[in-house]
């Protein structure tokens, strides 16, 4: 499709397991984010990249969380050693260049750590 | 430390009449604002924009309005719609940054 695709859409997993969350941007974007969504709160930042590089990697909560773009496209959010207190919906964005303009949300990948 | 606010959770209007969701900011250094729109079990979706250079945009039935001087911005929709229903999140970012910052939502139920 034409719109950033995540997956899983759901993920259930237990705590201390390692999960992998996978988001494909809209072709052409080179600006990719990963946003945090927890119940009842606003999208969270996590990390940008431009290209292949992570610009920003300030939002990361921890050693445990990390994310790649390889190839400037597909990225992923890792998550070793997961506590229940990451459970979230996990947003990816895309965008044409970075620079200020409209974000291109997926759905989303609700993460549930029991 | 949130950046942006909404302070109201929730808001409900009449089908026609104006619905107004407000949003505070606290760093001066903002200077592009945003408004997306979220449906549930979807990812939030673009509705309109603000550069700080202007105190009004306005797409259809809906405009954005910048206070720059009160760190303040609104976003009116007229006339409200039931397909309006949804949770509204406030963004704000800085020219010299990359992150885009997000108020908690306001969730606007429009009463056919």
């Known amino acids: 499709g034409a719109g950033v695709s995540q997956t899983p859409s759901n993920k259930v997993t237990e705590k201390g397991k390692y999960v992998e969350l996978r988001c494909d941007p809209i072709s052409g974007h080179t600006a990719l984010y990963w946003y945090r969504q927890s119940l009842g709160q606003g999208p969270e930042f996590l990390i940008y990249?431009?290209?292949?590089?992570?610009?920003?990697d300030s939002g990361l909560p921890n050693d445990r969380f990390f994310a790649v773009r390889p190839e400037g496209s597909v990225s992923t959010l890792k998550i070793q050693r997961t506590e229940r207190g990451d459970s979230a919906v996990y947003l990816c964005?895309?965008?044409?260049?970075?620079?200020?303009?409209?974000?291109?949300f997926g759905e989303g990948s609700r993460l549930t750590v029991l | 430390d949130q950046q942006v606010k909404q302070n109201s959770p929730s808001l409900s209007v009449q089908e026609g009449r104006i619905s107004i969701l407000n949003c505070d900011y606290t760093?001066?250094?903002?200077?592009?604002f945003l408004w997306y729109k979220k449906y549930p079990a979807e990812g939030p979706t673009f509705l309109i924009s603000?550069?700080?250079?202007?105190d009004k945009n306005e797409d259809g039935r809906f405009t954005v309005f910048l206070n720059k001087s009160a760190k303040h911005l609104s976003l009116h929709i007229v006339p409200s719609q039931p397909g309006d229903s949804a949770v509204y999140f406030c963004a704000a970012s800085a020219s010299t940054g990359n992150q885009f910052y997000f108020g908690t939502g306001t969730s606007l139920t429009v009463i056919p």
């Open positions: 760093n001066s250094m903002f200077d592009y």
């Open positions: 603000i550069s700080s250079i202007k």
């Open positions: 990249f431009q290209g292949t590089g992570a610009a920003d």
């Open positions: 964005a895309s965008s044409f260049s970075g620079d200020t303009g409209e974000l291109f």
